[in-house]
């Protein structure tokens, strides 16, 4: 594995967390060092639990689960309720309950051993709440000099899902995201903006039902947001062009980041305001404001083909 770059992936399974862990799993360019649950799309409880079914599933046992944060540093314990189902995983996948156990070491402690064993060669990908990563710079002043980059998946900057200025991943932690953005490393966002043009549509569903064990889970996973939910009206669904995944954005920018186009911007995080809490701002080379510092490299184009062609190989690989 010495011919892989270190990475720590931290997230919040999650389904679409699940097909992001899948291609980076796939990919077999990166030594995953662990992985750091945080509550996100679920409680804590039950995203650690995913993470270990997820690890079992693939083979990959030997990857540690490390333990999480419970709730944001300042805002509290915040998840999406069950816009991801009771398991996390919708409707249609249910893994067996698992063998593996959570790790005792905390997942910042974790984070800051790892960045001095490798030197400044490890990369970190979060595509859930920053949780996990603000505690591990508040904790550790000096780990930024020993983080290549990270990637996450977060933010927007038209607007927001969670609520109209913000997205769910920066709102459920935006103190975290304020002293991520900050930290100095540098960043690459996937945001809304990219996400939305990220499309998973029925042919792409089509083929992952045709591959094997690892395949079809992927399809299970992502069968409701291609197709629409049960619930959703037949008429509704015969013209749906399909459905997004946002991590598997990031796993993809990770895996080839020539499929997408960024920009290069300053990304602040508003942490305070009534209406925007949440919201992240681009700050652009244009802007009059001499304080402007670039720190992120921000999706904002991607080639949907080659991205779900992306998707679909590297998920194969574990099959």
Known sequence: MNNKKPLIIDFDPGLDDAVCFFMIAGSNLYNILGVCPVSGNKGLEITEKNALKLCELIGREDIPVLRGAKKGILKGRRTSGNV???????????LPEPQKHVEKQYAWDFLYECALKYEGELEVLAVGPLTNIGIAFLKYPDLGKYIKRIVIMGGGFAGGNWTSAAEFNIWADPDAARIVFESGVPMAMMGLDICYKAIIDKEDL????????????AADLMRDRVLGPPEMPDEIKKNRLGGILCDAVAACYMIDPSVIETEYVEVRVETKGTLTEGKTYALRPFTENELYHPNTYAGVEIDRKAFANIMIQTIANLD
């Open 206 to 217: 089509s083929r992952l039902d045709n591959g094997g064990k690892i395949s079809k889970v």
């Open 84 to 94: 991801h189902g009771d398991s996390g995983f919708g409707r249609n996948v249910e």
